[in-house]
């Protein structure tokens, strides 16, 4: 069974740090595209990183480039997702999510699976 699990969420001061990391249970993990979403309360879903199967192609969200920076393992099955100058408006719950394609993906809906998320919080 598919399963990814996000880790390394929590409480920070702003413009503090944190390394997100995303665990998948996916045989053949180096052949997927994955990517780092987060929802707001009461808001939608937004993209924020994506990264293709070899981690040689990377996009970011506009309100993160230049901050985050995504990355990933393949020999550990692990995605990560590295948050620096953390923002009061990055809370969020963050998902990590995998395509088997080898190009980075930045829509959402062509994501097939999805993990259950972690929460960020930034605030003095």
């Known amino acids: 069974q598919v399963q990814l699990v996000e880790s390394g969420g929590g409480l920070v001061q702003p413009g503090g740090s944190l390394r997100l990391s995303c665990a998948a249970s996916?045989?053949?993990?180096?052949?997927?595209?994955t990517g780092w979403y987060r929802q707001a309360p009461g808001k939608e879903r937004d993209f924020v990183a994506a990264?293709?199967?070899?981690?040689?192609?990377?996009y970011y969200a506009d309100s993160v480039k230049g901050r985050f920076t995504i990355s990933r393992d393949n020999a550990k099955n692990t995605v990560f997702l590295q948050m620096n100058s953390l923002k009061p408006e990055d809370t969020a719950v963050y998902f990590c999510?995998?395509?088997?394609?080898?190009?980075?993906?930045?829509?959402?809906?062509?994501?097939?699976?999805w993990g259950q998320g972690t929460q960020v919080s930034v605030s003095s």
């Open positions: 996916i045989p053949m993990f180096s052949l997927y595209s």
């Open positions: 999510a995998a395509e088997p394609r080898s190009s980075a993906i930045v829509t959402m809906t062509d994501y097939m699976y």
């Open positions: 990264i293709d199967w070899s981690g040689g192609s990377t």
